[in-house]
Nanobody, 125 residues
């Protein structure tokens, strides 16, 4: 399984970015894909997850209402649209494949199997 995250960059507070996660080597439409992030000096934290068919989506409280996760199974790609970015959103963002059902322990890093290399998002104030 290979996951390639892209789309990060340096933006100002209030701006938007769209991250992409291109996947290969898996049955993509049957795979729930999640996004985590890790800020300097902090643990990696859950951001969002989407089920294989796109019918289930979950978000962390810190991004709910600002971030939207979606997927295009024809392109084997998951997206994370990030609006109203804040300096505290600064982190390396990782996409990852979920083990087991989408709704089961989706917030726990240990529930995920394969990880991409991450893409840096920096939000200046």
């Amino acid at each position: 399984v290979q996951l390639q995250a892209s789309g990060g960059g340096l933006v100002q507070a209030g701006d938007s970015l769209r991250l992409s996660c291109a996947a290969s080597g898996l049955d993509f439409s049957d795979s729930a894909i999640g996004w985590f992030r890790q800020a300097p000096g902090k643990d990696r934290e859950f951001v969002s997850i989407i089920s294989g068919r796109g019918t289930l989506k979950f978000y962390s409280e810190s991004v709910k209402g600002r971030f939207t996760i979606s997927r295009d199974n024809a392109k084997n790609t998951v997206y994370l649209k990030m609006n109203s970015l804040k300096p505290e959103d600064t982190a390396v963002y990782y996409c990852t494949t979920k083990r087991g059902p989408t709704y089961s322990d989706y917030y726990a890093e240990g529930s995920y199997v394969s990880w991409g290399q991450g893409t840096q998002v920096t939000v200046s104030s």
